[in-house]
Nanobody
Framework: QVQLVESGGGLVQAGGSLRLSCHVS????????MGWYRQTPGEGRQFVAG??????YYTDSVKGRFTISTDTATNTAYLQMNNLEPEDTAVYYC????????WGQGTQVTVSA
């Protein structure tokens, strides 16, 4: 069974940086489309960034500030978040997409003004 465990969330001031990690077990990260979504109270999960064999993809609001990457040696996906804004406050979820989609438990990111 594939499991995803996120870490790296926390509280940061506007303009600061965080790096989220997503460790994958039970499968090889290279076999999946990896992605990050985020969710705020009362809203659905929204796409933030994705990576596959064709390249990387970002929602417009994070382009130039966030970078998604993967490390096949450690089976870990990352989301480097720079120049954070209060609007980035959310629970961030990692996903591994394939025939079945798998999700992590989420990690809270809070950006203070």
């Amino acid at each position: 069974q594939v499991q995803l465990v996120e870490s790296g969330g926390g509280l940061v001031q506007a303009g600061g940086s965080l790096r989220l990690s997503c460790h994958v077990s039970g499968g090889a990260i290279a076999d999946y489309r990896m992605g990050w979504y985020r969710q705020t109270p009362g809203e659905g999960r929204q796409f933030v960034a994705g990576i596959n064999k064709s390249g990387t993809y970002y929602t417009d609001s994070v382009k130039g500030r966030f970078t998604i990457s993967t490390d096949t040696a450690t089976n870990t996906a990352y989301l480097q978040m720079n120049n954070l804004e209060p609007e980035d406050t959310a629970v961030y979820y990692c996903t591994a997409g394939g025939i079945t989609d798998f999700w992590g438990q989420g990690t809270q990111v809070t950006v203070s003004a």
